[in-house]
């Protein structure tokens, strides 16, 4: 049983306040998502973290059904420019990387990051796993794993709405999967 307590002064400790613990049992994976990746998304092949570098829907569901606790972490920002989202996922990414390390550390050896958008955290992605730069860092998306975000965030009181332009306040959510 995991100590709930610890985590969350953990997730306090690194600035996570805004999180909702889920059953992964309860993540919404949907075929389409995949469908919207190959069909859609200029990253297609180009992340060494996205499809098709990442497994199967199938095998995704059943990844997901190995874990009894997770957590979702929710990321609201304005940006003024752009061009500065790449800089602040990078940022939001490596910080999440410390929350999974000491996961792990306080004993659940199980814990998995999904990373709150595309692996940034080369500033040119090599785009194939085995030659991505930093394969023990490197993690993929919830969407990239084949995840609904709406309907799995929405189940938790979350909103997730399309955006008009970067100049509106998004939500972005990362996924920690932990035993
Ligand atoms: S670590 Fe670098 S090469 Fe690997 S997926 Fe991330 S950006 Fe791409």
């Known amino acids: 049983m995991a100590d709930q307590v610890l985590l969350q002064k953990l997730f306090q400790e690194k600035g996570i306040h805004d999180f909702h613990w889920m059953d992964p049992s309860e993540i919404v994976v949907g075929q389409w998502v995949r469908m919207k990746c190959m069909f859609g998304c200029g990253d297609y092949g180009r992340n060494a973290s996205c499809p098709p570098n990442t497994p199967p829907v199938a095998e995704c569901r059943n990844f997901f059904n190995e874990y009894r606790l997770g957590a979702i972490f929710r990321f609201r920002k304005k940006l003024d420019d752009p061009e500065q989202r790449h800089a602040w ?33 080369c500033r040119e992605c090599a785009h194939t796993r085995t030659s991505c730069r930093n394969r023990q860092h490197s993690r993929p998306t919830p969407e990239g794993m084949g995840v609904d975000v709406f309907a799995t965030v929405a189940k938790f009181g979350y909103p997730l709405e399309v955006l008009a332009g970067y100049e509106e306040e998004m939500n972005r959510y990362a996924f920690l999967l932990i035993e």
């Open 89 to 121: 996922t990078r940022e939001v990414n490596r910080e999440l990387l410390q929350v999974e390390r000491e996961t792990f550390i306080a004993g659940y050896q199980k814990a998995f990051l999904l990373f709150m958008d595309n692996c940034k955290l």
